[in-house]
Each structure stands twice: as structure tokens, then as C-alpha cells.
Nanobody
Framework: QVQLVESGGGLMQPGGSLRLSCAAS????????MGWYRQAPGKERDVVAL???????NYAEVVKDRFTISRDGDKNTVYLQMNRLKPEDTAVYYC???????????????WGPGTQVTVSS
């Protein structure tokens, strides 16, 4: 099994910044897509940002000019730099990783337990 551990969430004032980290551990042959989803109370879980195996990225329109996703392949870690935070960014943020555990196995999506981000004055 592969474990994803998120860190970096918390309480921040509007206009501030937070950086989320997510480290993958366990039996990993290759990581493909990695990224972040979020779920606000009473709402569906939505994609925030993804980074793909070719290092291309994709962002939700509502965060496109404020958030930056990056990954460190050596550390099996994905980051989300969140700037100019808004109250509507308040949500539980979930890390995802598509991982294969052997050269012969299909990749599957693993999810982290989530980290709370609250933006409030």
C-alpha cells in the first residue's frame, strides 16, 4: 500500500499564504499524476490542481492565478503554494497520487486523509 501524508494546513487571514505538502511513502514503482482536491462543507469534492508525469499542470479556474503546484520526484512529494487566500478557499484539502507499485501493475489512485484550510479574519 501507498500512504499519502499531508501537512501545512491551518488558519490564515484573507490575503495570506499557505503551503501544503504531501509526501507519498510505501511500495512505489512510479508516481504519475499527483495533485490536490478540496471539499468545502456541503459541497462536492473538486479538483484544485494537478501535476502530470510530464510535469505539465492543470488548475481550477478559481485558483489559477493564485495557487502553484509543484513536485519533487526525488522526495515523492507534491506541494501547493496558495497565495492571496480568500474565505471561499476554506475547505479540507486532499492529496491524490496515481501510483503503480511494480513495473507490471496498473496505476491506481491513492488519497490522503485531508488537511483543513480555513481562511478567516
Amino acid at each position: 500500500q501507498v500512504q499519502l501524508v499531508e501537512s501545512g494546513g491551518g488558519l490564515m487571514q484573507p490575503g495570506g499564504s499557505l503551503r501544503l505538502s504531501c509526501a507519498a511513502s510505501g511500495k512505489i514503482f512510479k508516481l504519475y499524476t499527483m495533485g490536490w482536491y478540496r471539499q468545502a462543507p456541503g459541497k462536492e469534492r473538486d479538483v484544485v490542481a494537478l501535476t502530470f508525469a510530464d510535469d505539465s499542470t492543470n488548475y481550477a479556474e478559481v485558483v489559477k492565478d493564485r495557487f502553484t503546484i509543484s513536485r519533487d520526484g526525488d522526495k515523492n512529494t507534491v506541494y501547493l503554494q496558495m497565495n492571496r487566500l480568500k474565505p471561499e478557499d476554506t475547505a479540507v484539502y486532499y492529496c491524490v497520487a496515481d501510483v503503480s507499485q511494480t513495473p507490471y501493475s496498473d496505476a491506481y489512485r491513492s488519497w490522503g486523509p485531508g488537511t483543513q484550510v480555513t481562511v478567516s479574519s
